[in-house]
Structure formats: C-alpha cells, structure tokens
C-alpha cells in the first residue's frame, strides 16, 4: 500500500489547494537491457512532481572507466498516458541528458553520488526529482513540487517505465548489480483543487532528442529546427565527442583541447547559439562560455574533464572534483528570458511555438569535426489543456 499525507497549501492568499505528499512503497527493479514499468492511474489527483531516488550497485575493483557512469546507466525514462507523452528521454542515447537538465533546472544540486568502487558493491543513492513547475525552484531555494498552473490530470493508464542499459555501461569490468540490487524508488507530489478553483492550465512534455551535425560549418550554420507545437521554456544541451558504441568513447567537450592548445582544433562544436527564421542570431556563444554562464552556482565538476581539456590530465570518472570551474559540454538557455515573448507567448510557460513553422527557432552550431560528434537535446516544453 502507498502512504499519503495530505496537508494545504496556501495559493493567492487563502487556502484553496490541498497539496499531495504520497510514497510508492512498489519499486522499479533493475534487470539488464530490459523495462520495467509501473501502472501509476491511480493517482487522484493532479500530479505536479515525481521525485525518483535510484539505489545503484556496482561491482568492480577499479574506478570507473567511463563518464557519468550512473545516469548512463539507464537507457530511458517515459512517463505517458496512452498516446500522450510528459516526459521522454527514448531520444537520447541514455539518462545523461536528463539528469543534466535535471541539475540545471534545480542550479547545480542534484548531483549523482560518486562512484564507488568496490568488490562488495555498495549501494549509490542517486535523487533525480522530476519537479513540473517551470519554476522548480522557489525563493527560499526549497524545491516548488506544488506548482498549481502546471499538473499531469488524472488518468487510469499512467505509467512510468525506465529502460535499463546493459549492465557493463558504466566502465570496462564494471558490472551493475540486479537481481533487487539496483532499483528506483518513486514519490509522488501533486495538488486537489478545492471547489470553484481553477484547474492547472498547462502540462510537462519534455521531450528529449539527438542531433547529429552532418557537415563542418561556420557562424552556427549547422542548425537543428525546433518543431512546433508547445510553448517552450528552456533547452538544454549536451555536447559528446566519442562513438555511441557502448565503450564509453563519447565524452562531453565544449571546443578546446589541450593537447592542440586552441579552440576548433580536433574539436567538434566550438559555438553554440540559436537562430530565428529572419536569420538573426540572439544567441550566439563560444560552446565554452555558453557552458560557463549556465552553470555559475554549480559546486564544482562532476569528475576532472575540465582539467583533461584545459591542462591535459589524465581522466579520471566518477569522482567529484570541487576545484574546477564547470562540467564541460553541458548547457541551456532560457527562452523566456533571452527571446522578445509576443502577445501568444507566455512569460512563465515560454515562447508559443503553435502555428509556426520548424525554421521560425533553430539550434545553431559551429562544427569544426563531425568525427562522433552528438549533441543531446532537452526541450523543457509545456502543452495546454
């Protein structure tokens, strides 16, 4: 049985939503290379945040060989309702995406444990909280898990399924424990609106996607068009260069090598920025400092890839580093507050992207080397009821 307390929440100066606080005492076991999922339908209420706490187990005597061992080690996370879908990563190679738009969104917290390495396989737990608001973050700084504007409905076929990767993923003689030893844990947040009060407008549909840079280009003439439909608040990229073959080849970079000593050189993307169908550019950032400025309040690096490309070190994964200044590869930008919002926009939920055409907002891309080079794509949009 799951456990709920509910207790109200003040909204618009009385107390008009009682807010949801519930634990799924059922859990979602890792088994290698396969899905597992839950019914979640009957929730009756609106659902305005998942928070998913993975318990990982590995087992290797070395350090992990490959980058972001943990979120890569998940295949993909959907949760849907029949033919419509709020959160999807089934586009991206894996859940690094995810967790780094998940770290963006929440200013740098939320990182993945370090990975520990060892015989006995000690147990990693890792917070990914799924929080639907497009302002996850409250001004206190606690987490906004009861956002009133913004709700999945209630409905009988909600599910949520994650897709385990192969358990080798995370490095060269690392094994990903099953059999009950690896799972994810789910708790649920969401709000009853009293009577006569209105319901949440807008629902996620945050959809993730890969693109592959075909040619070498300048002045981010490499562009990846973002469909119509929704309103769309923020994207977040990531930026590999390596093969997506499992050897753990693709690592994040963001244009500089140290080996080379300069940017654009056996780099694969050296600028980043968006375009709009009257080719202007808005946004237009060395991939460096596009990386930098999105991640001012991160507390250091998730490993030492900085210093592997600014000082030539040797890697070293898995392990947290407080003295280097940011991850590498991974950034977002804002659209609400970088774009000029029209009267069909809105200020909170984003640019309406209704009744345009796929060339009216581009991602733009400077390439140097296609060689492997992939960027994931995290689109945080908003549909409306």
């Known amino acids: 049985m799951c456990r709920r307390r509910r207790r109200p929440i003040w909204i618009g100066g009385r107390n008009s939503v009682k807010r949801i606080d519930q634990y799924e005492a059922r859990t979602l076991t890792a088994t290698a290379s396969t899905q597992t999922q839950l019914q979640i339908g009957f929730l009756d209420y609106w659902l305005t945040g998942i928070d998913i706490t993975f318990f990982m187990s590995y087992s290797n005597s070395a350090a992990a060989a490959y980058q972001d061992p943990l979120p890569r080690s998940i295949s993909s996370l959907v949760v849907q309702d ?26 740098g917290r939320f990182r993945a444990p370090d990975y520990n390495a060892s015989a006995t396989a000690p147990v990693l737990p890792w917070n990914l909280p799924l929080v639907f608001s497009p302002e996850p973050n409250l001004y206190d700084e606690q987490v906004n898990w ?18 385990w990767a192969a358990n080798s993923v995370s490095g060269s003689g690392s094994t990903l424990q099953t059999g009950g030893k690896t799972y994810a844990l789910l708790h649920y947040y969401g709000i009853i609106p009293e009577a006569g009060d209105p319901v949440p407008q807008f629902y996620p549909n945050w959809q993730f996607t890969q693109f592959t840079p075909t040619a070498t280009s300048q002045g981010l ?22 093969a997506q073959n499992g050897s753990g080849g693709d690592i994040r970079e963001d244009g500089w090598h140290a080996s080379a000593g300069s940017l654009a050189t056996n780099s694969c993307i050296s600028e980043v920025g968006v375009v709009t169908s009257d080719k202007r550019l808005p946004i237009y950032q060395k991939t460096y400092a596009a990386c930098r ?47 000029k919002l029209g009267s069909t926009d809105d200020p909170v939920f984003g640019a309406n992207s209704a009744g345009k055409t796929p060339t009216s907002l581009q991602l733009g891309y400077t390439v140097d080397n296609i060689s492997n080079a992939f960027v994931t794509v995290g689109f945080e949009a908003y549909g409306k009821y």
């Open 221 to 242: 003439q490499q562009v990846l068009p973002i469909n119509p439909g929704p309103y769309y608040r923020r994207v977040h990229q990531m930026i590999t260069k390596g």
């Open 82 to 107: 029949g033919g419509r879908s709020y959160v999807s990563t089934t586009g991206a190679l894996d859940l690094r995406g995810l967790y780094w738009m998940v770290r963006q969104r929440h200013q």
């Open 293 to 339: 400025s999105s991640q001012t309040q991160f507390p250091g690096g998730d490993d030492n890839t900085y210093a592997v490309a600014y000082a030539a070190a040797t890697a070293a994964y898995g392990a947290s580093v407080l003295s280097v200044p940011y991850n590498v590869g991974v950034y977002h930008y804002d659209l609400a507050k970088f774009l």
């Open 146 to 163: 009861w956002d009133p504007r913004v709700g999945i409905q209630p409905s009988a076929g909600l599910t949520l399924a994650i897709n």
